[in-house]
């Protein structure tokens, strides 16, 4: 099993411009997240889906928007980049809230 | 005050010493605590899970959790460089409540 892979790796963004970040998991989980990590900061949840269809809100999601038409893909989009939108983006899924795995990140960075 | 706090550190302790890392919080509603692991440049990934109070060991790490004073710890006995790396701790009020994680503790073992 690949776990949860995330691509791109690294990304750099000019202010106003869009993407969206891919996230895939083949270990069939319900559960899936997106977390930002800035330096010092700790991980802040941005949005979370408990499975295909259903997506929420989590502590910080101004700047971006999800989808889950599956239960193994969950990509990030964001709409007109900010340097506040600097940081490194992690997905996780898990089968039950606590054990979740994490993908090695995408470090973004908008200038 | 931050729902979770946690001593960001850094830590610099020599091979084969104890270390004690913690979290304190506020939230009294949290029942399931957890000890994230993070290598530089990658994702966190579970170390140790508990549920309500009391102490859990695995190995050379042993967790545990102070309901009464609202606080967690994290030791690793015989510590070996191979433990350097960041300490998430994380927390939530049941299995279907989003996980709140602490900064996260910059621990290094020196040989």
């Known amino acids: 099993n690949a776990g949860v892979t995330q691509t791109p790796k690294f990304r750099i963004l000019k202010i106003g411009q869009s993407m969206t970040l891919q996230c895939t998991q083949d270990?069939?989980?319900?559960?899936m997240y997106w977390y930002r990590q800035d330096p010092g900061m700790g991980l802040k949840l941005i949005y979370y889906?408990?499975?295909?269809?259903?997506?929420d809100k989590g502590e910080v999601p101004n700047g971006y928007n999800v989808s889950r038409s599956t239960t193994e893909d969950f990509p990030l989009r964001l709409e007109l980049a900010a340097p506040s939108q600097t940081s490194v983006y992690f997905c996780?899924?898990?089968?039950?809230?606590?054990?979740?795995?994490f993908g090695p990140g995408t470090r973004l960075t908008v200038l | 005050q931050k729902e979770v706090e946690q001593d960001p550190g850094p830590l610099s302790v020599p091979e084969g010493a104890i270390v004690s890392l913690n979290c304190t919080y506020s939230n009294s509603a949290f029942q399931y605590f957890m000890w994230y692991r993070q290598y530089s440049r990658k994702g966190p990934e579970l170390l140790m899970y508990?549920?309500?109070?009391g102490n859990k060991e695995d190995g050379r790490f042993t967790a545990q959790v102070d309901k009464s004073s609202k606080y967690i710890s994290l030791f690793i006995r015989d510590s070996q460089p191979s433990d350097s790396a960041t300490y998430l701790c994380?927390?939530?009020?049941?299995?279907?409540?989003?996980?709140?994680f602490g900064k996260g503790t910059r621990l290094s073992v020196i040989a």
């Open positions: 508990t549920y309500s109070s």
């Open positions: 270990m069939n989980h319900n559960y």
């Open positions: 996780a899924s898990s089968y039950s809230r606590h054990e979740q795995f």
């Open positions: 889906s408990v499975g295909a269809g259903i997506t």
């Open positions: 994380a927390m939530s009020e049941s299995g279907n409540t989003p996980l709140v």
